[in-house]
């Protein structure tokens, strides 16, 4: 770390107090040198990057985020973009690039030499959010007949561009990949037996098509550090390792968790989006659920009539609509979950459905329950829900039950239909579930009380 | 995969036919024998746990989920429980012995054997929920006076019980972690020259007392395979490799989806949790809600006169309400998202108060516009709103922007400030600042309502 050195202090940074920062540079790890350049204003960080060596720049700026990466680009010569998207690993440019607009992409694209520009255009051909689009072509793939010593030699001559050396890929004459093997068995074997004799020929291994999704559901069940990747005739094509999965299911998990809370995908690190962006993402949502809520009003209007007749039945609409949000939210957040990883699917439903529908009895029976003996609790001590409260709080509690009852199988079912249709199941979102219940709720509310009260209250 | 296999149909297995299925057994892989064991009957089960070698059982044991486990445990005989647990690797067995109430835990701990027990025993001494609790002690250590020569030649001894060759840690004679070298360094790099030549003594490691939520962000930072866990004094005491760290974050972003959606964690998969657990999770934060929406009723008993004075007031109540539960929705996943991700702390309070007050006068001030113009367009083709429409629309619309705000804030601030005092910000879930809103909201609406209408309609 760099405590108590000067990089970490306030001191501006200049073209010439430079020089004296240099051995620190010098002995900073890549790591380190990002997080100074993200936590200094552009033209110190660019000063930083122009100063470390190209070797090292290639690597810092895989790990800087994607805003800082775009401001170095945009500042460094035409031939010093080349040189640095070359070296990038494929894996890494994929996910600047696929970042850019198409223009800029291509432009950039121009940059590269023939054989880097053929893998990147190959990888961002498969579509977004495919296990195409994670892979890296830096592997070692090798032979079954070669000798355990063999294998080690060839790691020793090109692991070090490889991603990792943690697996190595055996493949035969065609580019087929016939085994996977973890560097410790090879370490622990003989040097002079051949791959084929420790040779299980069995692999785990993700298609190029397949989602993300999928695959990361692939890497938490094997726990392997990497996985390769085959087309539809088991061609290895790639690697995708396990860094990059872990990014990839903190991203997808913070996308559910922003849209179960009725924002869209922020995208972005709460304090590094710009205001206009920060509201623009909750806007959309907020003014939808505001239109669907303004549906409360217009239902409430058919109901003017029942409202100034039998004010005390107003007293408890909020209650009643809002635990039918609450039970959906419930509902909906643990389905939407349950999706993502895998422990349920479409092919579900009718199972979750009966499951759902006696939670619901259940709760909303414990709910209408505990309201029935608030009125009549009430009602002990003060007139104040009139003569009729036993009807009251029969209306109260039956309302009760139907709502949570229909807020369950809304929230329940919404993100499984949802997920029927290819849409993302997490935009049942806690809000929008709650909403729609508030609009049913009021329906069902007034029209529960006619029935127990017609000719009494109303 | 088994497929076209006879284990995968639906045929029951028996002690009659299991010896047909031995040899499909004998080349399965542990994860393809581990999710049998889990899709059949507890019987059957324990039939094929029982048919396969020790040694494969062992790694088959620890693929089983915390459920199939017990259920195995408890049908086998003391001297194989014993066998199995001296063979887990310490991570592994204290992630079953932490789920055991401690009369058990303590009873299988007594069949282990002095090693091992005394590794077990240190484990579980370290808190729950800290580094060391996810820490094995099978690594390799290794002198900086080594050779590379020397260190392979260790690595073929010793490989096969290490958790991970992927990093080999240096630590001096007392037992201090003094430098971290992955697998790749060794390999590329000539086998006559010492580790010290290699060597820049710098590692990343864990603390053992420190949280394993800080360790996740620091895998993801740091993209390694393994980290070395030390003590205050940087000895070497463990290391936690990254499949049980991506676990441990899959099951927090879990739980933390569920809590935003106003549950308790379940910790069981959805459809493997049984249903009176599932209502018990559910009900506690429901029924807590309720009775704090009970308050809405008593807030609306106050209102009463102007309830029934005017009825046009009580139309848009939900409507009102609910804006401000969907604005504190959004902002408490936001802000309890960033707080898992550590992109913010509570020190930051101030600076988010001052977004958040922004977002909230801006998206308040849209939804109270749109309100407006609804009320007004209204009015232009009905008297539904009587003729005082104009203070009508303006009482909902400064109503929609203050109860806008206060939800965007309090949903913002809960978080940060259950943070503060060391409690889960994701308990702030959207039903939880939705009902708060709720109360405050219809104090907040009937006092503007009153402060526009009085003399008018009130």
């Not at 930083?48 to 690597?59: C, D, G, R, Y």
């Not at 009125?375 to 109260?396: D, E, K, Q, R």
């Amino acid at each position: 770390m760099l405590t108590n050195h000067k990089l970490d202090d306030d001191t501006e940074l200049t073209s010439e107090n430079l020089a004296e920062y240099l051995p620190q540079l010098h002995s900073a790890s890549a790591i380190e040198i990002s997080d100074l350049i993200m936590s200094r204003p552009h033209a110190e960080g660019l000063l930083i990057f122009n100063a470390i060596s190209e070797e090292k720049a290639v690597v810092v700026f895989e790990y800087l985020h994607f805003k800082s990466q775009m401001e170095i680009l945009y500042s460094l010569s035409q031939p010093r973009v080349a040189k640095l998207l070359n070296a990038l690993s494929p894996d890494d440019r994929t996910t600047l690039l696929e970042g850019l607009s198409s223009d800029l992409s291509s432009q950039l694209i121009q940059t590269l030499s023939p054989q880097e520009r053929e893998i990147s255009t190959r990888l961002l051909s498969y579509p977004k959010d495919s296990v195409g689009r994670l892979m890296t072509t830096d592997y070692i793939a090798v032979k079954l007949d070669w000798s355990i010593q063999k294998v080690l030699d060839y790691i020793r001559e090109k692991g070090h561009d490889s991603e990792t050396v943690n697996v190595i890929y055996a493949i035969d004459d065609k580019g087929l990949l016939i085994d996977d093997f973890r560097i410790r068995q090879l370490l622990i074997s003989p040097l002079q037996i051949k791959l084929e004799e420790i040779s299980d020929h069995k692999f785990i291994a993700l298609k190029v098509l397949e989602s993300q999704e999928d695959a990361i559901r692939i890497f938490r069940k094997y726990d392997r550090t990497a996985l390769p990747v085959v087309d539809s005739k088991n061609t290895l094509l790639g690697i995708v390792t396990f860094d990059d999965i872990m990014a990839v299911s903190t991203e997808e998990d913070t996308d559910d968790i922003q849209k179960i809370g009725g924002v869209e995908a922020l995208r972005y690190p709460y304090m590094e989006i710009s205001f206009p962006a920060l509201i623009q993402k909750r806007a959309g949502w907020l003014v939808l659920l505001f239109c669907v809520q303004l549906l409360t009003a217009t239902a409430m209007s058919y109901f003017e009539d029942e409202i100034s007749k039998a004010v005390v039945l107003v007293l408890f609409l909020p209650l009643i609509i809002s635990s039918g949000g609450n039970a959906g939210s419930q509902a909906s957040s643990l389905i939407v979950r349950a999706l993502a990883l895998g422990e349920i699917s479409w092919e579900d439903w009718w199972r979750i459905s009966k499951r759902e529908l006696l939670s619901g009895l259940v709760l909303g029976s414990l709910l209408g329950l505990i309201g029935f003996i608030r009125v009549v609790a009430w009602s002990m001590f003060s007139n104040i829900y009139g003569p009729h409260w036993l009807l009251v709080a029969l209306t109260i509690s039956f309302s009760v039950l139907s709502v949570v009852l229909l807020g369950t199988l809304s929230g329940a079912l919404m993100p499984l239909v949802l997920r029927r249709f290819k849409f993302d199941p997490a935009t049942a979102s806690a809000p929008l579930v709650a909403t729609c219940v508030d609009v049913t709720g009021i329906v069902i509310y007034f029209n529960v009380a006619m029935w127990f009260l017609q000719g009494v209250l109303l």
